[in-house]
């Protein structure tokens, strides 16, 4: 069984096919999220205030789950330009805490609406 999850508090999940989160047994899986607002408009701005609002969406997505970023187990991070990874791993590390999750980052040709990062993330839900 698997339940939706929906915050405004995050961009919505728009005309796609997908959801902000997904809860399957004690699991949450998380949208990829990019630096859209909560309104579902591109946060325009230097690379460090979009990945804060990328980690911003993602915080919010996780607590309508009911969790938060200590209960995240894995995080996929991708970005077109390796050379911000310095930058992407001091933001996402300000929002996490030891132990830190199992994480890649991939560098790929192009992402969503020309967006530089996007990450999604695993958690799992205290028992």
Same mark, same amino acid.
């Given at each position: 069984?698997?339940?939706? =999850?929906? $915050? ?5 999940? @728009?005309?796609?096919?997908?959801? &902000? ?10 949208? @990829? ?5 909560? /309104?579902?408009?591109?946060? /325009?701005?230097?690379?460090? /205030? ?8 993602? &915080? ?6 009911? =969790? $938060? ?40 040709? /192009? ?17």
């Amino acid at each position: 069984m698997k339940t939706k =999850v929906e $915050t405004p508090k995050a961009p919505p999940a @728009g005309v796609s096919p997908h959801s &902000q989160a997904i809860i399957a047994d004690n699991l949450i899986f998380t949208q @990829g999220s990019i630096h859209l607002t909560p /309104e579902g408009k591109l946060l /325009e701005g230097t690379i460090e /205030e979009q990945i804060h609002q990328v980690m911003k969406n993602l &915080q919010a997505i996780l607590e309508a789950a009911g =969790v $938060t970023f200590k209960d995240v187990v894995k995080t996929t991070i991708y970005t077109t330009d390796m050379s911000l990874y310095g930058k992407i791993n001091e933001i996402y590390g300000s929002y996490m805490t030891a132990p830190y999750p199992a994480r890649e980052a991939v560098c790929v040709k /192009e992402l969503p609406l020309g967006s530089k990062v996007e990450i999604s993330m695993i958690a799992v839900k205290p028992s």
